[in-house]
């Protein structure tokens, strides 16, 4: 089949964003049209979200060995209208307040010095960036841009690690425009911040933007770089057979490409700069064990899947679990796949494959072969056993 060709697109946007709102912005989304050419086409859009740090294009497009990672094309070749957008503060969205180092992370700021800084600094824009509301808005137009642009009456979802914060509450408070909800690797913490009751998705706080604690929240942006970003994934890689050689370099060489100015700071020698990566500071709330059974959406009206490695420690820890997250879904309508020989940046992995090979059987048909429900393992021979 020949390749299909990525076309960008700047989606119009009024910002809710405290640090630029009210102001009239464009948020990036990349399209791959899938649709097979013919009058009958029935045409079927899938809108992709990345998790806290990396952007979308990098986690489901990434450019290496013949793309054969890239999420998104495979399941355009399979005849999926995708969408990969990037909320405020990521990629090639806007990204206000983050052109300014000082407006680091305190705890993140001695990876710039001597580049761009020769000392610690105090925030000049001391709150996060996004909050809950603002970035289900921003989905929010973009589900409408697609559905004006493709005719559909509904988007399936998919969101990898952070993205659950806000595909989750969103697909629960718009179940009439969500198709499927897919979740690799979702953050879910049971006892997550609440919102305001009845439902939990009201604004927690008074006004925003939010500055207390400062530790937490004094600060719009946070940064990681490349040794952090080896060092977090290796504490997850249990055999190499997972992940493949020059995997590391790949993923960081398009992050850097994507961000023209943070590819520019960092590194230990002055005037040598090895690039950091840049990702906004969220407010998040309304996703945890009261909010997530809301109205019985997901699991009926929402079907769900869930996908993780069973190396990843970080959407299982103390604080955060994915088997909870299925236990809280409501409805029946449900699947979930612990994945062997993967962790938490399976995308990038050599298991991508079975990854790819179940999200297309979900996005056409909302089952795997003939489950429709119930929690899986998968071997490394992709058989599937019933874990309960």
Same mark, same amino acid.
């Given at each position: 089949?020949?390749?299909?060709?990525?076309?960008?697109?700047?989606?119009?946007?009024?910002?809710?964003?405290? @640090?630029?709102?009210?102001?009239?912005?464009?948020?990036?989304?990349?399209?791959?049209?899938?649709?097979?050419?013919?009058?009958?086409?029935?045409?079927?859009?899938?809108?992709?979200?990345?998790?806290?740090?990396?952007?979308?294009? %990098?986690?489901?497009?990434?450019?290496?060995?013949?793309?054969?990672?890239?999420?998104?094309?495979?399941?355009?070749?399979?005849?999926?209208?995708?969408?990969?957008?990037?909320?405020?503060?990521? !990629?090639?969205?806007?990204?206000?307040?983050?052109?300014?180092?000082?407006?680091?992370?305190?705890?993140?700021?001695?990876?710039?010095?001597?580049?761009?800084?020769?000392? @610690?600094?105090?925030?000049?824009?001391?709150?996060?960036?996004?909050?809950?509301?603002?970035?289900?808005?921003?989905?929010?137009?973009? %589900?409408?841009?697609?559905?004006?642009?493709?005719?559909?009456?509904?988007?399936?979802?998919?969101?990898?690690?952070? @993205?659950?914060?806000?595909?989750?509450?969103?697909?629960?408070?718009?179940?009439?425009?969500?198709?499927?909800?897919?979740?690799?690797?979702?953050?879910?913490?049971?006892? !997550?911040?609440?919102?305001?009751?009845?439902?939990?998705?009201?604004?927690?706080?008074?006004?925003?933007?939010?500055?207390?604690?400062?530790?937490?929240?004094?600060?719009?942006?946070?940064?990681?770089?490349?040794?952090?970003?080896?060092?977090?994934?290796?504490?997850?890689?249990?055999?190499?057979?997972?992940?493949?050689?020059?995997?590391?370099?790949?993923?960081?060489?398009?992050?850097?490409?994507?961000?023209?100015?943070?590819?520019?700071?960092?590194?230990?020698?002055?005037?040598?700069?090895?690039?950091?990566?840049?990702?906004?500071?969220?407010?998040?709330? !309304?996703?945890?064990?009261?909010?997530?059974?809301?109205?019985?959406?997901?699991?009926?009206?929402?079907?769900?899947?869930?996908?993780?490695?069973?190396?990843?420690?970080?959407?299982?820890?103390?604080?955060?679990?994915?088997?909870?997250?299925?236990?809280?879904?409501?409805?029946?309508?449900?699947?979930?796949?612990?994945?062997?020989?993967?962790?938490?940046?399976?995308?990038?992995?050599?298991?991508?494959?079975?990854?790819?090979?179940?999200?297309?059987?979900?996005?056409?048909?909302?089952?795997?072969?003939?489950?429709?429900?119930?929690?899986?393992?998968?071997?490394?021979?992709? @058989?599937?056993?019933?874990?309960?």
């Amino acid at each position: 089949m020949p390749p299909i060709t990525p076309v960008n697109h700047q989606v119009p946007h009024t910002s809710t964003v405290p @640090a630029n709102a009210g102001q009239a912005v464009k948020l990036f989304v990349r399209e791959y049209d899938g649709t097979p050419p013919g009058p009958n086409a029935q045409r079927k859009a899938v809108l992709m979200l990345h998790g806290r740090s990396v952007p979308s294009v %990098v986690a489901f497009d990434l450019q290496h060995d013949g793309a054969k990672y890239s999420w998104a094309q495979y399941l355009a070749k399979a005849g999926f209208d995708v969408f990969l957008m990037e909320l405020t503060g990521s !990629g090639l969205s806007p990204r206000p307040e983050m052109d300014r180092p000082c407006n680091t992370n305190p705890q993140h700021q001695g990876l710039l010095m001597p580049n761009p800084l020769s000392t @610690a600094c105090t925030p000049p824009y001391p709150h996060e960036l996004g909050n809950s509301k603002s970035e289900w808005g921003e989905v929010d137009t973009v %589900v409408e841009w697609i559905r004006a642009q493709r005719g559909t009456a509904k988007v399936a979802l998919v969101g990898q690690s952070a @993205a659950s914060f806000v595909f989750g509450p969103y697909a629960i408070q718009n179940p009439g425009k969500v198709e499927s909800l897919l979740l690799l690797a979702p953050i879910y913490p049971p006892a !997550g911040r609440p919102g305001v009751p009845p439902n939990g998705f009201g604004a927690p706080v008074a006004s925003f933007p939010v500055s207390s604690p400062p530790s937490l929240f004094g600060f719009p942006m946070n940064l990681s770089s490349r040794t952090g970003l080896e060092s977090a994934w290796d504490k997850e890689v249990r055999s190499p057979k997972q992940r493949a050689a020059g995997m590391v370099e790949a993923v960081w060489k398009e992050c850097m490409a994507l961000d023209p100015v943070g590819s520019t700071w960092g590194g230990p020698t002055a005037g040598q700069p090895e690039g950091v990566l840049r990702f906004r500071n969220s407010y998040w709330w !309304g996703w945890n064990q009261d909010t997530v059974p809301v109205g019985g959406v997901l699991g009926d009206e929402v079907p769900v899947m869930i996908v993780y490695g069973e190396h990843d420690q970080t959407a299982n820890s103390p604080t955060f679990s994915v088997p909870a997250l299925y236990d809280a879904i409501p409805g029946v309508r449900k699947l979930m796949f612990r994945v062997a020989c993967a962790g938490h940046s399976m995308v990038w992995e050599r298991q991508s494959k079975v990854l790819h090979h179940l999200s297309r059987q979900w996005l056409g048909h909302t089952r795997i072969d003939d489950l429709e429900k119930g929690s899986y393992y998968v071997d490394e021979d992709g @058989a599937y056993t019933d874990t309960v």
